[in-house]
Structures are given as C-alpha cells and as structure tokens.
C-alpha cells in the first residue's frame, strides 16, 4: 500500500515539512508499509522550506535591501541540483514591515538583489516564488536593481495566483496597506510602467496571467524573459509529484483552512487534480478548519475531509495540538481507506 503525504503550510502552527512527516507517522501506525513524504508550496511564502525538506540543499544568506528600503538578511536556497530558489517574501515580503507598511513606496528592489546574487553564486537555474509580498511596483525596482535585463540563466517565476498585471493593484493592494484613493493612484502607476516595459523592452504585460502576482513583479520579470509558471506545477515537478502519484493508493494533502482559494491554483486544488489524473483511488484531506460550501463541493466516495477542529477542544488546541491531530486524522484516513478496499 503506496500513500503519498503531500501537504502544503498550516499557517501559524505547522511548516509543510512538519505537517507531512506529522501525516506520515500516522499513516505508518494504521498500517501502511510505503509512506512518501512529499511536502509542497504553491509559490508563496514556506516554498524554500518545502523544497528544501523533500529534495535537499542549503541556504545562502547575504544583505539586500528590504521593502521599506532598509537593509533586511535574506536567505535564497541552491537545491541539490543547482537550482537557486528565491522567495520574495524574504527580501519584499509584507512580514518585513510588521504591520507598518507603506504601500504606495514598498519594493522589490531587495528581490532583485537576491535574484542577481543567485546568479552569480553559479547556479543554473532560479526559480522565484513571490507569494507575501509588500509591494505594488510592478517589479520596477527589481527590474532596475538587475540592469533591466536578466541573468544568463533560465529564471522561472512560480506564481500562487493568475491575476493579470493591470489588475493587480485593486485585487491585492488593499491587503498591503492601501486605502482606495491609494489603489488608484498604484493602479494608474502600473499602467505606466506596464507602458515603460513596451516601450523600452518590446514587452506586453498589462494582460499577462499570473503578471499581477506579488503585486506586478511577476510581469516584470516576464518583461525581461522569465517564464511564469503555476507554482504548484514548479514545486511538483522538482519533487516528483507525478512519480510519487503514479503508484499511489492513497494520496493526503492538506493545509491550515480549507475554502474557495484552496481550489484556484493552491496545493490542495492542484493535488486533488493531479490524482484524478493518474487515478488515484483513495484521496483525503487534513486541513485546519474547512469552509462547508467548499467542504460539501470536495467530498465523495473517493474523497474525505479531516478537519483539526473536530478533534480539538477548541480553535487554540487546533493549533497548539496540530502535530498530535493531523498525525490521528491520518490514522482515521487510512483506516478508511483500508474499510473500503
């Protein structure tokens, strides 16, 4: 028997990593023999940390400049292949500026920083995932901070969201900081730039998928060649998502709050797709709290939700008690599964 444990984060009490190897001891305790730990990332924030725990490498720290333009110690990772993964959130990520953002100045510059030391630390490839950011400057100072063009390496944006660039300021601004009169005035901003990089660089990106994600940066690098990718297709492919599937009897994700986004370009939506495709027979979901119209769209003969909450006394011990509760709903779900083999 082949389960496949492929979680994503649990925001505030679990890493991917800890999640799937939390999933995986309750799975080996109902019996199954062949457990595969496979923690995943959609492209924000936890990417590096995901990657790193099921493939292997290190991290390089060095100072970039941060959102708010203070210097800030960022890490990227070079993966055992000499993949280099940036996370934006570490160098322009809204984590940064601890509730004090300024929505209209915060910048990429530090992403850019981090995107150019991995090239010259000889990588031969980068991947940028750029969920949690602060920003809404269309990738300008990024772009700018890497002599508008690129290194000589492939560079591969994965993106957690496919919101097109000029539409990046109203979807995602007011999160960041930003009052409406704010969103306007960035709105009109990334018309402008989406003009500077047609001008100067013979791009179109004002109606690019996945060009709004990190608020725009994600089509300024595609202005200068990156190639913008799902960022689940990214992080399963560097794992092996499909190999692992492939054989599969049971395959588990899950996450900290299951709703209507889990479905559109996140690890869970993205899992459950790919194991209708390699016909898995036995899917289940372990999530912190599930939202019911979501919950009631998902489940099936073939697929359960496990939620933290029914096994906990209260929201506090969901998140406290998750490594203990996640490791019990893996047990309820391969002895169901076992019941209906």
């Excluded at 389960?3 to 009490?13: A, H, I, L, T």
């Excluded at 799975?27 to 990657?51: H, M, Q, S, Y």
């Excluded at 990718?229 to 994700?253: K, S």
């Excluded at 969901?318 to 599964?337: D, P």
């Amino acid at each position: 028997m082949r389960v496949v444990v492929c979680p994503d984060k649990f925001r505030g009490s679990l890493t991917a990593a800890a999640a799937a190897a939390a999933i995986a001891a309750g799975a080996r305790r109902a019996g199954a023999d062949d457990v595969v730990e496979l923690p995943l990332a959609d492209g924000g924030e936890g990417t590096i940390d995901a990657l790193l725990a099921a493939v292997g490498g290190s991290l390089r720290e060095i100072s970039v400049t941060g959102p708010l333009g203070d210097p800030v110690r960022a890490h990227y990772a070079v993966l055992r292949d000499g993949t280099a993964v940036v996370e934006m959130a570490r160098a322009s990520g809204l984590a940064l500026v601890a509730g004090h953002n300024d929505p209209l100045r915060a910048s990429t510059r530090g992403t850019g920083e981090l995107i150019g030391a991995a090239a010259r630390g000889g990588c031969k490839r980068i991947v940028v995932a750029v969920g949690g950011s602060a920003t809404t400057d269309g990738g300008l100072a990024a772009v700018e901070a890497l002599g508008w063009k690129l290194p000589p390496v492939e560079v591969v944006v994965a993106c957690d969201v496919t919101t097109r660039f000029a539409d990046a300021a109203p979807v995602f601004a007011p999160q960041k900081g930003a009052t409406a009169a704010q969103v306007k005035l960035l709105s009109r901003r990334l018309e402008s730039i989406a003009a500077t990089y047609r001008d100067r660089l013979g791009a179109e990106v004002r109606d690019l998928e996945h060009g709004g994600a990190a608020g725009g940066l994600a089509g300024g690098l595609a202005a200068l060649g990156a190639r913008l990718e799902p960022g689940l297709d990214v992080v399963g492919d560097i794992v092996g998502l499909d190999d692992a599937l492939e054989r599969a009897d049971l395959v588990i994700t899950g996450e900290g709050k299951l709703d209507a986004t889990s479905l559109v370009g996140k690890v869970v939506g993205g899992v459950l797709e790919r194991a209708d495709e390699w016909d898995v027979a036995h899917r289940a979901v372990i999530c912190g709290e599930a939202v019911a119209d979501v919950r009631t769209a998902i489940e099936s003969d073939s697929t359960r939700i496990y939620t933290l909450l029914d096994r906990a006394w209260s929201p506090g011990e969901a998140f406290t008690q998750a490594t203990l509760l996640c490791e019990e709903a893996a047990i309820e779900a391969v002895r169901a599964m076992l019941g209906r083999a």
